[in-house]
C-alpha cells in the first residue's frame, strides 16, 4: 500500500493567517493527489483533486500544488470556517490511502 | 445536485454481517463514469478506502478487508450495498457512501456517514 504521510498532525494560526500543509507519498504517485476538509460531525469534503484542480464551489484562498511523492495545501488567508481538519488522499493506486489528518485550530 | 444517503441497522453483533445501503439521488448509478464507493471512519480516527464498484459493474477492494468485503448495485432502486461478514469492535466506524470520479478518482459526493457500532 502506498502510505500518506501529513505534516503537521495540527497546527494553531489565526484568522488571516496563510497556512501550508504538507502531503508526502511513500512512492510516486504522479498528480493522484486529492485533499478534502472534515468538520466534526460531517463528511468530509473536496477541496482540491488531481493535485491543483479547485473543485467548484471551493473558495480560490484554497490552492494546491506537488507531483510525484511530495505535495502542498495552501489556505492564503484562513478564515474562521476553515478551522477543520484536512485529509490528503492518493487515488493513483489501489487501496486509496489517506494521510493521517491535519487539525488546524484557532490560536 | 446528487445526493447519497446511508441506511441500514446502526448496531450489529459480533461475527454477524454489516449490511448497509446507499440510495442515490439526482444521478443514476448505472450511467457515466464514477466509481460507487465505500469509505470508513472510526471514531477520532482517519478515514479508511474499503472499496467500489464502477459504473460497469466491476469492484476493487481493499486488500485488508477483501476476504470479507462485497460491493453491489442494485439499478432498479438506484442503490449500491455493502456487507461485511464477520464483523469484530474494530469494525466499529462510520461508515460513508461516495461517488467517485473517474479518472482521477477524487470523491465529489458523500453521504452524511452512518454509524455501525459492533458489540454484543
Known amino acids: 500500500d502506498i502510505q500518506m504521510t501529513q505534516s503537521p498532525s495540527s497546527l494553531s494560526a489565526s484568522v488571516g493567517d496563510r497556512v501550508t500543509i504538507t502531503c508526502r507519498a511513500s512512492q510516486t504517485i504522479t498528480s493522484y493527489l486529492n485533499w478534502y476538509q472534515q468538520k466534526p460531525g460531517k463528511a468530509p469534503k473536496l477541496l482540491i483533486y488531481?493535485?491543483?484542480s479547485l473543485q467548484s464551489g471551493v473558495p480560490s484562498r484554497f490552492s494546491g500544488s506537488g507531483s510525484g511523492t511530495d505535495f502542498t495545501l495552501t489556505i492564503s488567508s484562513l478564515q474562521p470556517e476553515d478551522f477543520a481538519t484536512y485529509y490528503c488522499q492518493q487515488s493513483d493506486t489501489s487501496p486509496l490511502t489517506f494521510g493521517g489528518g491535519t487539525k488546524v485550530e484557532i490560536k | 445536485q446528487v445526493q447519497l444517503r446511508e441506511s441500514g441497522p446502526g448496531l450489529v453483533k459480533p461475527s454477524q454481517t454489516l449490511s448497509l445501503s446507499c440510495t442515490v439521488s439526482?444521478?443514476?448509478?448505472?450511467?457515466?463514469?464514477?466509481?460507487w464507493s465505500w469509505i470508513r471512519q472510526p471514531a477520532g480516527k482517519g478515514l479508511e478506502w474499503i472499496g467500489h464498484?464502477?459504473?460497469?459493474?466491476?469492484?476493487t477492494y481493499n486488500p485488508s478487508l477483501k476476504s470479507r468485503v462485497t460491493i453491489s448495485v442494485d439499478t432498479s432502486k438506484n442503490q449500491f450495498s455493502l456487507k461485511l461478514n464477520s464483523v469484530t469492535a474494530a469494525d466499529t466506524a462510520v461508515y460513508y457512501c461516495?461517488?467517485?470520479?473517474?479518472?482521477?478518482?477524487?470523491?465529489?459526493?458523500w453521504g452524511q456517514g452512518t454509524l455501525v457500532t459492533v458489540s454484543s
Open positions: 439526482g444521478g443514476s448509478v448505472s450511467s457515466g463514469s464514477y466509481y
Open positions: 461516495a461517488r467517485a470520479q473517474w479518472p482521477v478518482r477524487h470523491v465529489d459526493y
Open positions: 488531481a493535485a491543483s
Open positions: 464498484i464502477y459504473t460497469s459493474g466491476s469492484t
